[in-house]
């Protein structure tokens, strides 16, 4: 009996319940560029302890890049020294210094604050949500693995793990059918951890083939589908009950539910109105800020170079406090890019397959053997 299912005409527009991206040219990383980003990323976590003062010292992984290739502040900036030397080089104030005093520029500043703020307590919310997404996935299959280890043959144990462990590593390869894409591509991703750690035979690599991995997410729920009649064929077999077959169930859709969390809020990003409300307010505040400063730091003899040297590190400062609130923001909303901020995903992984390894091949010494009266 055919499936009802089944019998639904393909969408070539759709796939995986979202539209179909342009494939174009595959430019991703390969997996040495990956593990070195890896890399990088490991190390600026260590950073976060660090004195203040090396802190400074530091260039990537911080706000200063990414100001420092932002128009806008350097727009701000230009505004501010164009309309100081103008003051400078005059011996008068003109009209418009005076109509300026009556600009009240601080309270557009108090509503961006606010909402800047706001921005990025909800897109480090979500990088959290998701970062905690990302660790039960692996617990879920450390889970799975040390009840495998425990409870059924080796031979059947081995085959389950290996397919949780494929089907983790395959959802994160699908991520970039949504969102911004994924760095992580079948080639260079999935590939090289089947390589080294042989977690699917070629005649399962060959079962998945009508999937297009770097493009969707459905061969990862296909793979969780393979470990659920893992498990079911374990029970049938005799090697557990109904009850430890349920167990396991509920951790491997624990697993689904986790890596459905992931991309669900890759696919729903905060609304681009918000993050355009925000863009408008700072590209309008930040002239306005710096057309206010100038004005009001004096004009023809009331001018001092000292006060504009200060003033001008005020108005820097503002950018740098507007255009990086906007920029950290920005970045928390897809963790899981090739950036030095994003989510740890090749330690998420490497960890996850390690402990496994470690928990199928653990050994004790022989049980206590209970002596009978």
């Not at 499936?3 to 070539?12: F, G, I, M």
């Not at 459905?218 to 064929?233: A, F």
């Not at 077959?245 to 986790?258: C, P, V």
């Not at 899981?336 to 996850?352: A, H, R």
Request: with cysteine.
């Amino acid at each position: 009996m055919t499936s009802v299912l089944s019998c639904t005409e393909p969408d070539e527009f759709r796939e995986n319940g979202v539209i179909k991206k342009d494939c174009g040219v595959d430019d991703r990383p390969t997996f040495a560029e990956l593990q070195e980003i890896e890399k990088h990323r490991r190390a600026i976590l260590l950073r976060a302890e660090l004195p203040y003062w090396r802190i400074l010292l530091f260039w990537s992984g911080t706000c200063l890049k990414q100001i420092s290739t932002d128009l806008l502040v350097w727009l701000t900036v230009g505004v501010y020294a164009g309309i100081r030397i103008f003051a400078n080089s005059i011996d008068y104030v003109p009209e418009s210094a005076m109509l300026m005093e009556k600009t009240n520029i601080g309270i557009l500043g108090g509503f961006l604050s606010f909402f800047l703020v706001l921005f990025v307590n909800q897109t480090n919310a979500r990088f959290l949500e998701m970062y905690g997404f990302s660790k039960a996935c692996s617990g879920r299959i450390q889970d799975v693995a040390g009840l495998a280890r425990c409870q059924l043959p080796p031979e059947a144990a081995d085959r389950l793990v290996r397919h949780f462990n494929a089907a983790q590593i395959a959802g994160y390869v699908g991520l970039n059918a949504i969102g911004q894409g994924s760095p992580y591509s079948k080639t260079n991703f999935f590939d090289e951890y089947n390589k080294q750690y042989k977690l699917l035979t070629p005649e399962e690599m060959k079962m998945l083939e009508h999937h297009d991995m770097d493009h969707s997410g459905l061969c990862m729920k296909e793979l969780v589908t393979w470990c659920q009649e893992d498990v079911t064929n374990s029970r049938k077999a005799g090697f557990i009950d109904s009850y430890q077959e349920k167990f396991l169930h509920d951790k491997i859709l624990a697993f689904r539910a986790a890596m459905d969390g992931m991309y669900d809020y890759t696919d729903q990003p905060p609304h681009f109105f918000y993050i355009h409300f925000l863009v408008l307010l700072s590209a309008l505040y930040l002239p306005l800020f710096a057309i206010d400063t100038a004005y009001a730091a004096g004009w023809g003899n009331e001018t001092y170079v000292g006060l504009d040297i200060l003033n001008g590190i005020i108005v820097f400062l503002q950018c740098i406090f507007v255009v990086g609130l906007r920029s950290l923001g920005t970045k928390m909303i897809d963790p899981y890019g090739d950036d030095l901020e994003d989510l740890s995903v090749i330690n998420y992984v490497e960890g996850t397959l390690e402990i496994c390894s470690t928990i199928m091949n653990s050994k004790q010494t022989e049980p206590i053997k209970t002596v009978s009266s």
